[in-house]
Protein backbone atom coordinates (compact mmCIF):
# COMPACT_ATOMS: atom_id res chain seq x y z
CA UNK A 1 0.00 0.00 0.00
CA UNK A 2 0.93 3.41 -0.58
CA UNK A 3 0.10 6.57 0.73
CA UNK A 4 0.83 10.13 0.54
CA UNK A 5 2.20 12.97 3.14
CA UNK A 6 3.92 16.59 4.04
CA UNK A 7 6.93 15.62 4.99
CA UNK A 8 6.19 18.44 8.07
CA UNK A 9 3.00 16.11 9.21
CA UNK A 10 4.06 14.07 11.84
CA UNK A 11 5.56 10.81 12.10
CA UNK A 12 2.87 8.30 12.37
CA UNK A 13 3.81 4.10 13.08
CA UNK A 14 0.58 4.17 10.29
CA UNK A 15 3.70 5.31 8.06
CA UNK A 16 5.51 2.69 7.29
CA UNK A 17 8.24 3.42 5.43
CA UNK A 18 8.29 7.06 4.63
CA UNK A 19 10.40 7.77 1.79
CA UNK A 20 11.32 11.66 0.47
CA UNK A 21 10.79 12.12 -2.86
CA UNK A 22 11.99 15.74 -3.44
CA UNK A 23 15.12 16.91 -5.46
CA UNK A 24 16.46 19.06 -2.02
CA UNK A 25 16.44 17.94 1.13
CA UNK A 26 13.44 20.15 2.85
CA UNK A 27 14.25 23.01 5.04
CA UNK A 28 14.15 21.95 9.13
CA UNK A 29 13.85 18.32 8.72
CA UNK A 30 16.02 16.06 9.80
CA UNK A 31 16.71 12.38 8.56
CA UNK A 32 16.19 10.07 12.26
CA UNK A 33 13.78 12.55 13.62
CA UNK A 34 11.62 12.44 10.49
CA UNK A 35 11.78 8.75 10.37
CA UNK A 36 13.09 9.19 6.36
CA UNK A 37 13.82 5.65 5.28
CA UNK A 38 14.75 6.58 1.80
CA UNK A 39 15.26 9.62 -0.42
CA UNK A 40 14.49 9.32 -4.08
CA UNK A 41 15.17 12.75 -5.68
CA UNK A 42 14.96 11.18 -8.94
CA UNK A 43 11.53 11.01 -8.52
CA UNK A 44 11.05 14.53 -7.95
CA UNK A 45 10.08 17.24 -11.42
CA UNK A 46 12.94 18.78 -12.76
CA UNK A 47 13.91 21.74 -11.90
CA UNK A 48 12.73 22.94 -15.20
CA UNK A 49 9.26 21.66 -14.65
CA UNK A 50 9.14 22.78 -10.82
CA UNK A 51 9.91 26.57 -11.95
CA UNK A 52 7.22 26.50 -14.93
CA UNK A 53 4.72 25.52 -12.26
CA UNK A 54 5.99 27.70 -9.79
CA UNK A 55 5.70 30.28 -11.92
CA UNK A 56 2.70 29.68 -13.41
CA UNK A 57 3.70 29.27 -16.64
CA UNK A 58 2.23 25.89 -17.13
CA UNK A 59 -1.32 24.71 -15.98
CA UNK A 60 -1.68 21.29 -14.28
CA UNK A 61 -2.36 19.18 -16.34
CA UNK A 62 0.53 19.95 -18.69
CA UNK A 63 2.61 19.60 -15.60
CA UNK A 64 0.94 15.64 -15.26
CA UNK A 65 2.01 14.96 -18.67
CA UNK A 66 5.60 16.42 -18.54
CA UNK A 67 6.11 14.88 -15.14
CA UNK A 68 5.21 11.77 -16.18
CA UNK A 69 7.29 12.11 -19.59
CA UNK A 70 10.35 12.87 -17.40
CA UNK A 71 9.67 9.73 -15.05
CA UNK A 72 9.09 7.55 -18.17
CA UNK A 73 12.69 8.84 -19.54
CA UNK A 74 14.41 8.77 -16.29
CA UNK A 75 16.40 5.13 -16.00
CA UNK A 76 16.85 6.14 -12.55
CA UNK A 77 13.41 7.28 -11.84
CA UNK A 78 11.98 3.92 -13.24
CA UNK A 79 14.18 2.19 -10.75
CA UNK A 80 13.28 3.91 -8.07
CA UNK A 81 9.73 3.77 -8.53
CA UNK A 82 9.95 -0.13 -8.91
CA UNK A 83 11.71 -0.63 -5.72
CA UNK A 84 8.54 1.47 -4.01
CA UNK A 85 6.38 -0.51 -5.83
CA UNK A 86 8.41 -3.90 -4.88
CA UNK A 87 8.33 -2.55 -0.97
CA UNK A 88 4.97 -2.01 -1.03
CA UNK A 89 3.83 -5.14 -1.92
CA UNK A 90 5.07 -5.95 1.50
CA UNK A 91 4.18 -3.00 3.65
CA UNK A 92 3.51 0.15 3.53
CA UNK A 93 5.09 3.14 1.97
CA UNK A 94 4.26 6.43 2.56
CA UNK A 95 5.75 9.35 -0.24
CA UNK A 96 6.80 12.20 1.35
CA UNK A 97 6.78 15.94 -0.08
CA UNK A 98 6.49 19.44 1.43
CA UNK A 99 3.57 20.18 0.05
CA UNK A 100 0.22 19.99 2.48
CA UNK A 101 -1.21 16.64 2.05
CA UNK A 102 -4.44 18.42 0.91
CA UNK A 103 -2.69 20.16 -2.33
CA UNK A 104 -3.64 18.25 -4.82
CA UNK A 105 -0.99 19.87 -7.13
CA UNK A 106 1.90 17.67 -5.93
CA UNK A 107 4.06 15.08 -7.99
CA UNK A 108 3.59 12.65 -4.84
CA UNK A 109 0.00 11.90 -6.26
CA UNK A 110 1.14 11.73 -9.36
CA UNK A 111 3.66 8.82 -8.56
CA UNK A 112 1.40 7.06 -6.56
CA UNK A 113 -1.18 6.71 -9.34
CA UNK A 114 2.05 5.64 -11.80
CA UNK A 115 3.02 2.75 -9.14
CA UNK A 116 -0.64 1.99 -8.30
CA UNK A 117 -1.29 1.80 -11.76
CA UNK A 118 2.22 -0.42 -12.53
CA UNK A 119 1.23 -3.21 -9.73
CA UNK A 120 -2.27 -3.14 -10.03
CA UNK A 121 -3.33 -1.19 -6.58
CA UNK A 122 -7.28 0.02 -6.13
CA UNK A 123 -6.76 4.30 -5.65
Keep these: MIKTKS ?30 YKWFKELAPSKELLDKWNTKKIKWENYVKQYKREQAN ?34 RHILKEIIDKKYKFPH
Design 7 to 36: VYDPVQESDGYRILIMRKWPKGIDYEKHSV
Design 74 to 107: SAAAKLAADAIGVMSTERIITLLCKERENDPHCH
